[in-house]
């Protein structure tokens, strides 16, 4: 997979927003990485230095009976994001494609947690 994204800067974005979604009443998971040289199936690794060879990085924000997100950066150049309502179990689906720069994936991050404060 072609790197198109520096998924170290990419986490310095998720860490840089950490305190300030804690303040909102967001519970914040810790950032996972996807290690590209392990075996299939891949596991999720919350040590940086124990990941060779990162191909992706994510977080889960939760905003307690509202709703959960999901947020996977590929070094690639694309974000799963994925916003799910605990109640109903509905997943609704935030466009990650297009994610070129550090910059444009923070940006993501705020769109996403906005929409987790306006209830999905």
């Known amino acids: 997979m072609e790197r198109i994204v520096d998924l170290d800067a990419a986490a310095g974005e998720i860490h840089a927003r950490r305190a300030v979604w804690e303040a909102a009443g967001f519970t914040v998971g810790p950032v996972t990485w996807r290690d590209h040289a392990e075996n299939w199936p891949q596991h999720l690794i919350t040590e940086r230095t124990a990941v060779f060879d ?4 994510g977080v889960r924000v939760d905003h307690g009976d509202c709703c959960v ?4 950066l590929f070094r690639g150049g694309w974000a ?3 916003v799910i309502d605990p ?12 994610i070129t720069s550090v910059e444009a994936f923070g940006k993501l991050l705020d769109q ?3 929409r987790l404060l306006g209830g999905s």
Not at 69 to 72: F, G, I, L, R, S
Not at 87 to 98: C, I, L, P
């Open 80 to 82: 799963d994001v994925d």
């Open 54 to 57: 990162p191909d992706s990085v």
């Open 112 to 114: 996403v947690t906005a």
């Open 87 to 98: 109640h109903t179990e509905e997943v609704h689906e935030v466009d990650g494609s297009g």
């Open 69 to 72: 997100a999901y947020v996977v």
